[in-house]
Structures are given as C-alpha cells and as structure tokens.
C-alpha cells in the first residue's frame, strides 16, 4: 500500500525534474567538449603572458570539428599558426597544456642560450611594455628579464630567469609533418617540447582566445579585475 503510494511521486519526480535536468545536463556538457571550454592554469609556464590563477577561453572550433569527448576529427577547415597560444594534450602523460606555437610542420627550431631560431635565421628580441612586465608581482620582478619575442607573424612577451638551471639551448630539429612545436612564454619554467617533442596535430584541443577570468592564489584568490576579457597576446 505504501509503495504503491509512491511510485505517482517517484515517476512524477524521474519525468519532471531529474530527466530533463539529465538531458541539460548532457547536452551542455556535450556542447563544451566539442565548441568551445574554458581552462584554468595553475602553472607559471606561460608567464607573463598568462598567470597562475588565469582562466583561459579555449576555441574549441578555430581549427576542426571533433566527436565531443574525443580527439577524433570530423570535418577540419584551417591549421593552427605560429605564434597562437593553444590547449593540448601532452604527448608525455595525456597532461592538458597550455603553450604557444613556435614550429609548424616542416620547420627547424633552435635555441641559442635563450634565443630563437626558425629555418635558420635569428627571430628578434625587443623590449617589454611596462604595462606586460607589470602583470608579475614586483617582488619578483628583479629575478626575471623580459623581452618582446618578434616572431615573423606576431610579436608576443618571454621571460626568462637567469638564476634557475633552464635547457636553453636546444636543437637544431625540423618538425615532422601534422606535428607542431610548442614552448611555454616562460622559458626557464616551462615543460614543453624541448622535453617531450613535437605536438601531433591530432592532440591540439583548440586555440587560447583570451583570459576570461583571473584569481590571485597569493592573495586568496583576490580577483585581478585589470586580466578579466582580455586577448590573448
């Protein structure tokens, strides 16, 4: 008697509640894996371009198409370029990386004591705007040098840190074919493809659009409304 009182509430509640906020569920989740995610960094690999705390608007669709939950392509219509920051996974551990690309397919790449080489020729070095620099605390300012790295598609920040044992020459190596060179802005803090080689094309989740939010971990989590919408560099 007592069941049979329950099972109306309990079909009631599967069809009016549960069932459609599972089926929002799925399809707002299933609509992130394939168009468009955000990502949070908890590393200082791409300073001072992104910080810790930095949470990344990632393009799922600014390259293919892929079978949500899946790296499995279903229709592609343009190639990451040099110079785009973008999300992949790495070819080491399946890790979700944020780096910048600097090879593309066919490419040679070589560092020299810090300085970039592509196909040979020497890629230029410029001085920072204060306001870039000004992104990391000033505390720890005085322990870095900055520079604007003018790749011949974009200018974008580096940094590096003198004092930290960093591999800083690397190379010369060519980029095989569907395969991309990523390095973290941050040079001697960035695990990258200097350590685990080139980024099959098959691996790259979509391009880094803009910080779209940002948290001071050093301050608890104090927001840092100045990054809030801001492109990406």
């Given at each position: 008697?007592?069941?049979?009182r329950?099972?109306?509430?309990?079909?009631?509640?599967?069809?009016e509640?549960?069932k459609?906020?599972l089926?929002?569920l799925?399809v707002?989740?299933?609509?992130r894996?394939?168009l468009?995610d955000?990502?949070?960094v908890?590393?200082g690999s791409?300073?001072?371009t992104?910080?810790?705390?930095d949470?990344v608007?990632?393009?799922?669709l600014?390259?293919?198409?892929?079978?949500?939950?899946t790296?499995?392509?279903?229709a592609?219509w343009?190639?990451?370029?040099r110079?785009?920051?973008?999300?992949?996974?790495?070819?080491?551990d399946?890790?979700?990386l944020?780096?910048?690309?600097?090879?593309?397919p066919?490419?040679?790449v070589?560092?020299?004591?810090?300085?970039?080489l592509?196909?040979?020729?020497a890629?230029?070095?410029?001085a920072l705007?204060?306001?870039?620099i000004?992104a990391?605390?000033?505390?720890q300012?005085?322990?870095?040098?900055?520079?604007?790295?003018?790749?011949?598609?974009?200018?974008?920040?580096?940094?590096a840190?003198?004092?930290?044992?960093a591999?800083?020459?690397?190379?010369?190596?060519?980029?095989p074919?569907?395969?991309?060179?990523?390095?973290?802005?941050?040079r001697?803090n960035?695990?990258?493809?200097r350590?685990?080689g080139?980024?099959?094309?098959t691996?790259?989740?979509?391009r880094?659009?803009a910080?779209?939010?940002?948290?001071d971990r050093?301050?608890w989590?104090?927001?840092?409304?100045?990054?809030?919408f801001t492109a990406?560099?």
């Amino acid at each position: 008697m007592q069941t049979s009182r329950w099972k109306p509430a309990a079909r009631r509640l599967w069809l009016e509640w549960l069932k459609p906020g599972l089926v929002i569920l799925f399809v707002t989740t299933t609509l992130r894996s394939a168009l468009a995610d955000w990502n949070d960094v908890p590393t200082g690999s791409m300073k001072p371009t992104i910080m810790e705390g930095d949470r990344v608007w990632v393009n799922k669709l600014a390259y293919d198409l892929k079978v949500p939950f899946t790296t499995w392509h279903l229709a592609e219509w343009g190639n990451p370029q040099r110079g785009e920051v973008v999300v992949f996974f790495s070819p080491a551990d399946g890790q979700r990386l944020v780096k910048r690309i600097i090879g593309l397919p066919g490419d040679t790449v070589e560092l020299r004591d810090n300085r970039l080489l592509i196909n040979g020729r020497a890629v230029a070095y410029a001085a920072l705007e204060a306001s870039t620099i000004n992104a990391v605390p000033a505390e720890q300012q005085p322990r870095h040098d900055f520079a604007s790295e003018r790749l011949p598609e974009r200018a974008h920040p580096v940094m590096a840190t003198p004092a930290l044992p960093a591999r800083r020459s690397f190379g010369p190596s060519t980029v095989p074919a569907d395969h991309y060179f990523m390095l973290g802005d941050n040079r001697d803090n960035s695990l990258d493809s200097r350590y685990f080689g080139p980024v099959p094309r098959t691996q790259i989740v979509g391009r880094a659009a803009a910080v779209v939010l940002s948290f001071d971990r050093e301050r608890w989590f104090a927001p840092r409304w100045d990054r809030f919408f801001t492109a990406m560099p």
